[in-house]
Nanobody, 120 residues
Framework: QVQLVESGGGLVQPGGSLRLSCAAS????????VGWYRQAPGKQRELVER???????NYADPAEGRFNISRDNAKNTLYLQMNSLKPEETAVYYCNAVSPVRGGVRYTYWGQGTQVTVSS
């Protein structure tokens, strides 16, 4: 069983930066597809950034280049560097990990989320 714990959220002014972290209970980031999602009040959860084990990132980029996803396999930690934040990006940000297929099944894991509030 994989557990994911997000941290780094908080209050930031518009145009500011924030770095989110996602710590995993095991060495998964070298083999799992991992990513960050967000869900604002009244809206559906959306993909922000993702990266696969071979380093491939998602084609869609709702942050338009302002965010960067990275991982530290030795520390079992995933990061999301967020720059030039906008008020409309206020949301709960979730860490997600999807396993390779093993035994005919693929597993999906979610963290409990960390609140990011962009406001002056």
């Amino acid at each position: 069983q994989v557990q994911l714990v997000e941290s780094g959220g908080g209050l930031v002014q518009p145009g500011g930066s924030l770095r989110l972290s996602c710590a995993a209970s095991g060495s998964i980031f070298s083999t799992y597809a991992v990513g960050w999602y967000r869900q604002a009040p009244g809206k559906q959860r959306e993909l922000v950034e993702r990266i696969t084990s071979d380093g491939t990132t998602n084609y869609a980029d709702p942050a338009e280049g302002r965010f960067n996803i990275s991982r530290d396999n030795a520390k079992n930690t995933l990061y999301l560097q967020m720059n030039s934040l906008k008020p409309e990006e206020t949301a709960v940000y979730y860490c997600n990990a999807v396993s390779p297929v093993r035994g005919g099944v693929r597993y999906t894991y979610w963290g409990q989320g960390t609140q990011v509030t962009v406001s002056s």
